[in-house]
């Protein structure tokens, strides 16, 4: 299936660990993102790579490291997680910038510190 | 600084009914809106597009209209049914703010049978 696909689904660590998130979309878009999910459930972009460049860095603070290999792939690896760390991190595509096509969205990482 | 906000945050209505939910952002200056669904632990499912130069865009029972220059954006939803249970998030590109979307922080919706 074309998509965007995220892993893990689900991450439990403990305070102070380091850990990576992977992202894959295999629709052939030159664009990917990470966006944050807060426990209020308000969504705000992380990052922003279009064609491996980094072009949006959100004030994320820089524990957060996003590592774009090819067009393809989009991971992110959190140094020193802190209690605060904890959410839903929604990778995304698009194709350019979105503004003809929109956007896809994976499915989501729950990122648990504890 | 582009900001969204959906009204109302929560909205619960009978199975049958027909109900808008409502999406307004700060600057006009869009490249496009977009509505996503997300249930609970889910990702988001995109619903409908509208490009800035569109008025609306209509998927079954969904119809979603833009007034780009009022900053207005509703999103229709007829004979609603339990599975439209969701949160119903309103998204928009552009606004000065180049290859990334701007929430609002969505609207509730429970379908009661």
């Known amino acids: 299936d074309t998509a965007v696909s995220q892993t893990p689904k689900y991450l439990v660590t403990q305070m102070g660990n380091d850990k990576s998130i992977k992202c894959e979309q295999n629709l052939g878009h030159d664009t990917m993102y990470w966006y944050k999910q807060d426990s209020k459930k308000f969504l705000k972009i992380m990052f922003s790579?279009?064609?491996?460049?980094?072009?949006i860095n959100e004030t994320v603070p820089n524990r957060f490291s996003p590592k774009s290999p090819d067009k393809a792939h989009l991971n992110l690896h959190i140094n020193s997680l802190e209690l605060g760390d904890s959410a839903v991190y929604f990778c995304?595509?698009?194709?350019?910038?979105?503004?003809?096509?929109?956007?896809?969205f994976g499915s989501g990482t729950r990122l648990t510190v504890v | 600084k582009q900001e969204v906000t959906q009204i109302p945050a929560a909205l619960s209505v009978p199975e049958g009914e027909n109900l808008v939910l409502n999406c307004s952002f700060t600057?006009?200056?869009?490249?496009?809106l977009q509505w996503f669904r997300q249930d609970p632990g889910k990702g988001l499912t995109s619903l409908l597009l509208?490009?800035?130069?569109?008025r609306e865009q209509t998927s079954g029972r969904l119809n979603a209209s833009l007034d780009k220059s009022s900053g207005r954006s509703t999103l229709y939803i007829a004979a609603s049914q339990p599975g439209d249970s969701a949160t119903y998030l309103c998204?928009?590109?552009?606004?000065?703010?180049?290859?990334?979307?701007?929430f609002g922080k969505g609207t509730l919706l429970t379908v009661n049978p």
């Open positions: 995304a595509s698009s194709r350019g910038a979105g503004n003809l096509y929109g956007y896809t």
């Open positions: 998204a928009v590109s552009g606004g000065g703010s180049n290859y990334k979307l701007t």
């Open positions: 600057d006009s200056a869009i490249y496009n």
């Open positions: 790579y279009n064609n491996k460049e980094l072009i």
């Open positions: 509208i490009q800035s130069s569109q």
